[in-house]
């Protein structure tokens, strides 16, 4: 079954960075695009970044545009999102997902997700 095993969330002043990492298995981790997904306290999840599977495209919400990147190792199964000048408005839990249609629509099943907190 598809397992996700999100990490590196943490506590950070604004402006600082973190870096997520995601395990991925349970599909042909190369064949698919991956995402990354944020749920804040009270909102509904929505899309963060989005990296095909060959890694020659990405694709950001306009509100982490310039601030994150998105990278993946194919041969890890793993895909990561760097965030940098974080500020409190990204506080949220960060979920990442094997995508069926570009840019942003995911699967059904999540992981835990990694908590990032930004404090002002």
């Known amino acids: 079954q598809v397992q996700l095993v999100e990490s590196g969330g943490g506590l950070v002043q604004a402006g600082g960075s973190l870096r997520l990492s995601c395990a991925a298995s349970g599909r042909t981790f190369s064949s698919y695009s991956m995402g990354w997904f944020r749920q804040a306290p009270g909102k509904e999840r929505e899309f963060v970044a989005a990296i095909t599977w060959s890694s020659s495209s990405t694709y950001y919400a306009d509100s982490v545009k310039g601030r994150f990147t998105i990278s993946r190792d194919n041969a890890k199964n793993t895909v990561y999102l760097q965030m940098n000048s974080l500020k409190p408005e990204d506080t949220a839990a960060y979920y990442c997902?094997?995508?069926?249609?570009?840019?942003?629509?995911?699967?059904?099943?999540w992981g835990q997700g990694t908590l990032v907190t930004v404090s002002s």
């Open positions: 997902n094997f995508l069926r249609g570009w840019p942003q629509y995911a699967f059904d099943a």
